[in-house]
């Protein structure tokens, strides 16, 4: 499968979800600061330079995985090269990060991410960014 399919697989599941929202009966401005509430809590422990909390979450998350060997995976483990994740496991993984963590992850950022570090690197950013676009 190429990256074209992968994005329209993302495409679709993205889809699905505003589907999903667009029918939940609440208003638009409390669905929005429901969501915010939500990717709060779920990047709660990303703030404040918890960088070991996050580290710990993203590593669990990646050994859960049915396809890697949980004995393998450390802070630097390449998801490709030493874990063996294809284009396809990728996308699921990072899928199942964007759930575990409420965000959403562009494309070209996923592309990016090669190991934990690297994930830990953009949750610290994003959670950085929304701190300080929400203080007054």
């Known amino acids: 499968m190429g990256r074209t399919c992968h994005r329209e697989i993302r495409k679709a599941m993205n889809q699905y979800a505003s589907f999903i929202l667009r029918h939940v009966r609440i208003g638009a401005v409390a669905r929005d600061r429901w969501l915010f509430g939500v990717a709060a809590r779920g990047m709660s422990g990303a703030t404040g330079g918890d960088a070991a909390e996050v580290m710990n979450r993203v590593m669990e998350l990646v050994k859960k995985y ?37 965000i959403d992850i ?19 950013s994003q959670s950085q960014n929304n701190s300080s676009s929400s203080s007054p």
Do not use: N, W, Y
């Open 66 to 102: 049915d396809r890697i060997d949980a004995s393998k995976v450390t802070e630097t483990a390449d998801f490709q090269k030493d874990l063996g994740l294809d284009s396809l496991d990728r996308v699921e993984l990072v899928m199942a990060l964007e759930q575990e963590f409420s």
């Open 106 to 124: 562009p494309d070209e950022t996923a592309d990016k991410l090669a190991c934990c570090s690297h994930v830990v690197q953009f949750l610290l």
